[in-house]
């Protein structure tokens, strides 16, 4: 299915469309601030596993990012956030960064890797977060990829229908995406390091 929401004003209807679907266990394709991605609640590890094979990645190995609407419920999966690191989320979030941090016990096993690390965003998008909002919980966030040789991210939600309709249950149409990923910061050592720059801009 093909859902169109507004990205200003998501239609709580729709959004409600969503969350049922991800209740379900169904996979979804939305916008975020930066590109597309494919999601599904982070609770079911069916529905990962089903979104490593379609982006053909071993759940064991790859580095899963799930996305927050704020900064109270990302610290419920981390460990105590010092205050330089918090300080950072503060002035960067919402926004498009990824932040790795250190994991707690609360994130769900399939997430959780040999280092005991979590990928984690808040983005500057009404609709990822209206869903988790409604949702309750953070839905995981794995980038669109392109096999373009010129855009390396889907960015035309139509054409992501066409490609993907038979591998998940419903495409949010939230107008055009960017090409252009989230800054990785990896907040884990001492002192913050950017891992891969991208639109987002470290204040």
């Keep these: 299915m093909l859902l169109e929401i ?23 394709i939305y916008p975020t601030d930066t590109v597309y991605a494919l999601g599904c609640d982070i609770d079911n590890q069916k529905a990962i596993q089903k979104i490593c094979r379609i982006r053909d990645l ?16 990302l610290a419920s999966y981390c460990n105590q956030l010092d205050k330089d690191v918090f300080k950072t989320l503060r002035r960067n979030t919402p926004g498009p960064f990824t932040f790795i941090l ?26 990822p977060i209206s869903i988790i909002e409604q949702l309750n919980r953070p839905i995981l966030s794995i980038s669109l990829k392109n096999d373009d040789e010129i855009l390396e991210y889907f960015t035309d939600a139509s054409e992501i229908y066409d490609d993907f309709s038979k591998l998940v249950e419903l495409v949010v149409d939230g107008g055009a995406g960017s090409n252009q990923p989230s800054t990785v910061v990896d907040c884990t050592g001492s002192e913050l390091i950017i891992i891969r720059e991208g639109i987002g801009k470290l204040e």
Excluded: M, W, Y
Excluded at 108 to 122: A, C, D, H, S
């Design 102 to 127: 250190n994991a707690n016990k609360q994130v769900p096993k399939i997430f959780q890797n040999r280092k005991k690390t979590i990928g984690v965003r808040i983005p500057d998008h009404n609709i």
């Design 6 to 28: 507004h990205s200003e004003t998501p239609s709580p209807r729709k959004i409600q469309q969503v969350v049922k679907t991800l209740e379900a266990g169904g996979v979804i």
């Design 58 to 73: 071993d759940p064991k190995k790859a580095n899963l990012t799930f996305i927050c609407k704020d900064i109270s419920q």
